[in-house]
T-cell receptor, first 112, second 115 residues
Framework: QQPVQSPQAVILREGEDAVINCSSSKALYSVHWYRQKHGEAPVFLMI?????EQKGHEKISASFNEKKQQSSLYLTASQLSYSGTYFC?????????????FGKGTKLSVIP | DSGVTQTPKHLITATGQRVTLRCSPRSGDLSVYWYQQSLDQGLQFLIQYYNGEERAKGNILERFSAQQFPDLHSELNLSSLELGDSALYFC??????????????FGQGTRLTVV
C-alpha cells in the first residue's frame, strides 16, 4: 500500500524552511527519500532505519517514528536548487518479501 | 550520471504491440528494480530482481514480465499494449536487496508512448 505524503505541493522563498511528511499504514523496516527534478531521474537523499540510524545528505535532515510509521523530511534555509518533487519510499514486508513503495510525491518550488 | 543505463530512451508503438525495455545496472550492483511513472500515480513499483532471481513483485500487470540475466542486465517486456501503458519506465539498481538498506540509483528512464 502506497504511503501518503503531505503536503502535495509547497512554495517557498529562498531561505525559508519546509517539512514534508510521509505516513504508512504498514509496519516499516526503513524509509527512503528521493528528489526528482523535472525531466530527470529520482536522486537519493536519505535512508532512515529502524533504531534511528540515518544515511544520506548532509544538508537535509529527517526523522522516522517507527511506532507511528511516519517520517518527516526537513529542508532548512531552502535554496533554489531544492526545487523538485520529493518522494518518500517505505520498505515493508508484504507477501513474503520486502518492497519499496513510493508515495505520490510533494512538489516543492523555491522562488527568489 | 548514475551509472544505470536504460535503452531505448524513447519508444512509440501501437496498441496491441509488444516491446522490450533494457536496463544495465551499475557495476557491482546485484539488485534491479523496475518502476512505472505516470502523471497522476507517482512511482509505481513493478518488480525487483536480485542476482537473477525475482525477489519482490508490486503492481505489475500479467501482460508485463521481466527477467534478470546472468550478466545482471534486466529486461522488462510489455505486451498487448494499451493506451494506458504510456508512461515513463525507470530502472534502478542497488548493491544489496532492499532489506540491506542501500541506496538505489535510477536510470534516466524509457518514455513509452502507445498510440
Amino acid at each position: 500500500q502506497q504511503p501518503v505524503q503531505s503536503p502535495q505541493a509547497v512554495i517557498l522563498r529562498e531561505g525559508e524552511d519546509a517539512v514534508i511528511n510521509c505516513s504508512s499504514s504498514k509496519a516499516l523496516y526503513s524509509v527512503h527519500w528521493y528528489r526528482q527534478k523535472h525531466g530527470e531521474a529520482p536522486v537519493f537523499l536519505m535512508i532512515l532505519l529502524k533504531g534511528g540510524e540515518q544515511k544520506g545528505h548532509e544538508k537535509i535532515s529527517a526523522s522516522f517514528n517507527e511506532k507511528k510509521q511516519q517520517s518527516s523530511l526537513y529542508l532548512t534555509a531552502s535554496q533554489l536548487s531544492y526545487s523538485g518533487t520529493y518522494f518518500c519510499g517505505t520498505v515493508s514486508k508484504g507477501a513474503g518479501s520486502y518492497q519499496l513503495t513510493f508515495g505520490k510525491g510533494t512538489k516543492l518550488s523555491v522562488i527568489p | 550520471d548514475s551509472g544505470v543505463t536504460q535503452t531505448p530512451k524513447h519508444l512509440i508503438t501501437a496498441t496491441g504491440q509488444r516491446v522490450t525495455l533494457r536496463c544495465s545496472p551499475r557495476s557491482g550492483d546485484l539488485s534491479v528494480y523496475w518502476y512505472q511513472q505516470s502523471l497522476d500515480q507517482g512511482l509505481q513499483f513493478l518488480i525487483q530482481y536480485y542476482n537473477g532471481e525475482e525477489r519482490a513483485k508490486g503492481n505489475i500487470l500479467e501482460r508485463f514480465s521481466a527477467q534478470q540475466f546472468p550478466d545482471l542486465h534486466s529486461e522488462l517486456n510489455l505486451s498487448s499494449l494499451e493506451l494506458g501503458d504510456s508512461a515513463l519506465y525507470f530502472c534502478a539498481s542497488s548493491v544489496g536487496g532492499i532489506y540491506s538498506n542501500t541506496e538505489a540509483f535510477f536510470g534516466q528512464g524509457t518514455r513509452l508512448t502507445v498510440v
